[in-house]
């Protein structure tokens, strides 16, 4: 036996724990962890130290499966039969089945989580779920979220009463998800949220020769000075792969927690998607979509981590500002991530939905041709008549941008919307001449169908595979962690979420594919100032122009 000395992830906890009670408020927190940090029996032995210390204290530890629950159930039961002579008459608890009944009133309950009502019934001081994001996995017919809150709705928010929740990441949806993305990345409020990755774990680091962290520390010094080639030879020396000499650079990881890593992933048959789901690097990749992903996750998170460009701007809508178009900056609907740059070619997807509280979203996509990045979005629940008013706004605003909205479902009433402002639009047949006859439904808009959808989201999911365009949105990107294949072979997003921006994103790529390609954009250099006529003379040999084609954008002939 041996005395439980918290670790550096238990201690941070702990202490925050301490700063709460000390200030009078509830304790509340969540925890994203990598696999076999002791989560569990830190929580097991705070609950187990209040009961036997106050009077009165009922705690409860809700498990995900019957035999976690009994396997949990051995900890407390071991502190119990092993409590110091000098306290154990007084502390030592009754034990019944998995529970621990002590003479002051207090008790420790262990239950597996249940229906709606499990935790109906009683008022607890504390309660623990262990392992939330697989609830979502194991349920059925009801909702792991609305199962949690029978647990916890009965804890009093006062001050002396304790929530807390952690697991490995599952889902990106579901319970875990939702509240430990609120808690992490919302205002601050009353839940505090941990992550802790593997990196800086002892056990999960191979022990290496001095020789090995001199080369290690080298490969950094080289690739800090912009010297790529030689650091990625010494991780060729090394065995890593491309993707774990990025990450060695990105998370400044030891070689033997590369080596580590590798390892790990190998008795996981090489299933490195599994391996970041139970030992994250970061929070955004820890969440992995269940079931085979349509996008690629790796690139996903890599997109989610980088910041907005330093010309983000945010606004409820577009209006007419005099013979000018500007953004109201009061609201959040419209995210501005670039402005129009003169000369550039737009396209504007837009997919339509009724607006309602309750359905769907009515994204807008404004996509740049030559930059291959969205450059702004409307993300929010809008009638289809005021989505068509915006999406025009933004294509004009846009250098008259390519509109393509989506005529399915309540896409007629947007369409029909954008034929009264007559702005032109995506036409299905566009070599096919107009005329009287031709009804105006089947001659705008794209027609989502079984076999187009398909060819769309193919289209994407090539743009992401092959990292050439650039996603600012996190709306988006939200959207396709939670986008899958079911079990019919069908690319749809999972229970509870949506595909709103992901669908006017593909219609932006389709039109990108079908059009002639823009032109390419050219950019006045300055003129050079040369030392001697010799060195004119030279540069004007060589052929240099006044003007060329932009080293960034380039042509897309």
Do not use: G, S
């Given at each position: 036996m041996r005395p439980f000395i918290l670790n550096r992830e238990q201690e941070m906890v702990v202490s925050w724990m301490e700063e709460q009670e000390r200030a009078g408020k509830p304790v509340r927190f969540i925890i994203l962890k990598a696999r076999q940090l002791g989560m569990t029996t830190l929580a097991m032995a705070i609950w187990f130290h209040l009961c036997?210390?106050?009077?009165?204290?009922?705690?409860?530890?809700v498990g995900h499966r019957q035999e976690d629950t009994r396997k949990i159930s051995e900890m407390p039961h071991l502190m119990n039969s092993n409590l110091p002579s000098v306290i154990a008459p007084r502390c030592e608890a009754k034990k019944v089945r998995l529970n621990l009944y002590w003479e002051n009133g207090s008790w420790l309950e262990l239950t597996t989580q249940g229906g709606e009502e499990g935790g109906r019934g009683a008022t607890p001081t504390a309660v623990h779920a262990t392992e939330l994001s697989s609830w979502d996995i194991l349920r059925v017919q009801s909702e792991a979220e609305k199962v949690l809150q029978g647990y916890f709705s009965p804890v009093n928010l006062v001050a002396g009463t304790y929530l807390g929740c952690e697991s490995t990441a599952g889902m990106a949806a579901g319970s875990m998800y939702s509240r430990f993305i609120d808690a992490h990345t919302g205002p601050p409020g009353l839940w505090k949220s941990f992550f802790f990755s593997w990196k800086g774990v002892p056990k999960y680091c191979l022990s290496v020769s001095k020789e090995d962290q001199e080369?290690?520390?080298l490969m950094k010094?080289?690739?800090k000075k912009g010297n790529a080639a030689a650091a990625k030879k010494i991780a060729d020396g090394f065995g890593y792969s491309q993707i774990w000499f990025e990450r060695a650079?990105?998370?400044d990881l030891l070689v033997g927690e590369v080596q580590w890593a590798i390892a790990k992933v190998r008795e996981m048959s090489g299933d490195l998607r599994r391996f970041d789901q139970e030992f994250p690097l970061s929070w955004q990749d820890a969440f992995v979509a269940g079931g085979r992903p349509v996008f690629e996750q790796d690139i996903i998170g890599k997109w989610d981590?980088?910041?907005l460009p330093e010309t983000a701007l945010m606004g409820s809508h577009l209006y007419m500002k005099g013979n000018n178009i500007a953004l109201n900056p009061v609201g959040a609907d419209?995210?501005?991530?670039?402005?129009?740059?003169d000369h550039h070619e737009y396209i504007v997807g837009v997919d339509c939905a009724s607006g309602v509280k309750d359905g769907d979203y009515s994204p807008i996509i404004v996509f740049d041709r030559h930059t291959r990045e969205i450059v702004a979005q409307m993300y929010a629940k809008m009638p289809p008549d005021e989505t068509a008013d915006q999406a025009v706004l933004a294509a004009k605003w846009y250098n008259s941008a390519y509109l393509i909205p989506e005529i399915n479902n309540h896409g007629y009433a947007c369409v029909k919307r954008i034929l009264e402002l007559n702005y032109p639009m995506h036409r299905r047949h566009p070599n096919r001449e107009l005329s009287t006859q031709t009804p105006w439904s089947e001659a705008f808009g794209f027609m989502t169908t079984r076999s187009t959808r398909q060819m769309i989201i193919d289209t994407l999911a090539q743009a992401v595979r092959e990292n050439s365009i650039t996603v600012w949105s996190k709306e988006l990107i939200t959207e396709m962690r939670t986008f899958v294949y079911?079990?019919?072979g069908r690319a749809d997003h999972m229970g509870g979420r949506h595909s709103d921006a992901i669908i006017a994103t593909c219609l932006c790529l389709y039109a990108d594919a079908i059009r002639t390609p823009p032109e390419p954009l050219f950019y006045e250099k300055q003129e050079e100032e040369y030392d001697s006529d010799l060195?004119?003379?030279r540069a004007e040999r060589r052929g240099k122009k006044k003007s060329s084609p932009h080293p960034r954008l380039g042509s897309f002939a």
């Open positions: 036997v210390f106050r009077d009165l204290i009922r705690c409860q530890v080369k290690d520390a010094l080289h690739y650079i990105e998370y981590r980088q910041d419209w995210t501005v991530y670039v402005p129009p740059r079911n079990q019919r060195q004119r003379w």
